[in-house]
C-alpha cells in the first residue's frame, strides 16, 4: 500500500515507524462529551427566586424597605407595634388585600398612589415568571469543567487510541490521573452508538476528538432538531496536528501530496471540508438556562416610582410651608324638609282616581 485516505493524527500513539503522515492541515482538540445538564439538580426553593436577576432583587428589598421607612416616619406613635403595623401594611397591598384607611393629606396620597402602581407591575411580573417556572422547572446545571465530571456518577469511557493521550498527560497533570482511575477502555466500535448512549442513556462521558464527537452525534441532533444534542466541555485537553493522507516513509509520493496538500490548503477546500463535517468553530459552550427578569428590563418601574417619591416630598414641603386653613367655610346647600304624610294622602287620592275611572267618567 503506497496511499492512504482518511483522518490521521500526530499524536497517534500506534503509529508505525515505517509510515509517515502527510502535511497538516488541521488542529484536532480533545476533550469531553456530555449529557445536557448533567450536573446536580436545583433545589425547590430556586423555583421561587429565580425569577428576578440579583439586581432586581437588590431594588425590590430596598424600595419596601424605603416605603416602610417613609410609612414610619409620618406616624406619631413610634412604637414597636406601629413599625410591624407598616411593615403589615406594606405587605397587604403588595398581596392587592383591600385597605379601607382613607388619606387626608395630599402628599400621602401621592406617595400611595405610586406605590399602588409599583406593587401592580412587580407582582404581576413576578406572577407571570413564576408561572413559566412552575411550568418548565428549573433544570439540572452544566458541567464546566474536568472537575465536574469527577465529581458525578458518570462512566468515563473513549477509545482505545486515547488510552496513550491519557497516559502521556497523566504524568505532569494530577486530574489526568485521576481520570486515568476510572476510565473504561471501549472496544473497536461504531462510536455512534456510544453518542446515542450519552444523548439517550444520559450515563457516560466520553472522551475523544471533539470534531469526532460532534460528527457522531448528528443523527440525534436531527432527530431531536438542535445544532448539538449533548455538552461539550470548554477547553482542550491536548491539541494535536492532524493530516489526511498517510505514505510509506520513503515513499516517492511524499513530496508531491505535500503539494497538493499545500494548494487544497491555501484555496480553502479542505478547510470548507472541515467545516461540514464539523470543526471547533461549530461547537461554542452553549449555555441553556432560564432567563431571570433583569434590570435592564425593569429599570423604568423603579425609575417612575422613584420620581413620584419626589412629587410627594415636594407636595408635603409646600403643605408645610403652606398649611391649609382650618376656617375655611364650606358652602352648605339646605334641604327643605318634606311632609311625608301629606305627600303619601295626595299619592293616594290619585291612585284612587285611576283605579276607579273607567270610559270617561268615574265610578262612585
Same mark, same amino acid.
Given at each position: ?24 492541515? =488541521?488542529?484536532?482538540?480533545?476533550? #469531553? ?11 425547590? #426553593? ?10 432586581? #432583587? ?17 406616624? =406619631? ?21 383591600? =385597605? ?166 491555501? +484555496? ?32 423604568? +418601574? ?63
Amino acid at each position: 500500500m503506497d496511499l492512504a485516505l482518511g483522518w490521521f493524527s500526530y499524536a497517534d500513539p500506534y503509529l508505525h515507524p515505517g509510515l509517515r503522515l502527510g502535511r497538516t492541515t =488541521s488542529i484536532d482538540c480533545f476533550g #469531553w462529551g456530555v449529557p445536557w445538564r448533567a450536573g446536580k439538580s436545583p433545589s425547590t #426553593w430556586a423555583n421561587y427566586v429565580s425569577e428576578f436577576s440579583l439586581g432586581t #432583587w437588590t431594588c425590590v428589598i430596598f424600595v419596601n424597605i424605603m416605603f416602610v421607612a417613609t410609612l414610619y416616619c409620618f406616624e =406619631s406613635d413610634r412604637s414597636q407595634e406601629a413599625l410591624g403595623i407598616c411593615i403589615m401594611y406594606a405587605y397587604a397591598m403588595l398581596m392587592e388585600q383591600e =385597605s379601607k384607611i382613607k388619606n387626608q393629606a395630599f402628599h400621602l396620597r401621592i406617595f400611595l398612589t405610586n406605590w399602588l402602581w409599583y406593587c401592580l407591575i412587580i407582582t404581576t411580573a413576578y406572577r407571570a415568571s413564576l408561572g413559566s417556572f412552575m411550568t418548565v422547572p428549573a433544570h439540572a446545571k452544566d458541567f464546566n469543567s474536568m472537575t465536574d465530571i469527577l465529581k458525578s456518577d458518570l462512566k468515563i469511557v473513549g477509545g482505545p487510541d486515547v488510552v496513550k493521550i491519557l497516559e502521556q498527560t497523566s504524568k505532569t497533570s494530577e486530574i489526568s490521573r485521576k481520570f486515568l482511575a476510572r476510565f473504561q477502555t471501549l472496544p473497536p466500535q461504531d462510536f455512534e452508538s456510544v453518542m446515542n448512549q450519552t444523548v439517550l442513556v444520559r450515563d457516560i462521558a466520553a472522551f475523544g476528538v471533539k470534531r469526532f464527537l460532534y460528527y457522531h452525534s448528528r443523527p440525534q441532533a436531527k432527530k431531536i432538531k438542535v445544532k448539538i444534542p449533548f455538552r461539550l466541555i470548554p477547553g482542550c485537553l491536548l491539541r494535536a496536528h492532524t493530516t489526511q493522507l498517510l505514505v510509506q516513509k520513503n515513499s516517492h509520493l511524499y513530496n508531491i501530496i505535500n503539494n497538493v496538500l499545500y494548494r487544497l490548503f491555501e +484555496t480553502g477546500i479542505i478547510d470548507h471540508h472541515i467545516l461540514h463535517l464539523g470543526s471547533n468553530r461549530l461547537l461554542p459552550a452553549e449555555k441553556i438556562k432560564g432567563r431571570p427578569l433583569k434590570m435592564k428590563v425593569i429599570w423604568c +418601574t423603579f425609575f417612575m416610582l422613584m420620581f413620584g417619591y419626589i412629587v410627594s416630598l415636594i407636595v408635603f414641603l409646600f403643605e408645610r410651608k403652606f398649611p391649609p386653613s382650618k376656617n375655611r367655610k364650606h358652602k352648605v346647600t339646605l334641604v327643605k324638609p318634606v311632609d311625608l304624610t301629606k305627600l303619601q294622602s295626595k299619592r293616594q287620592e290619585r291612585n284612587f282616581g285611576q283605579r276607579h275611572f273607567y270610559k270617561g267618567q268615574y265610578l262612585w
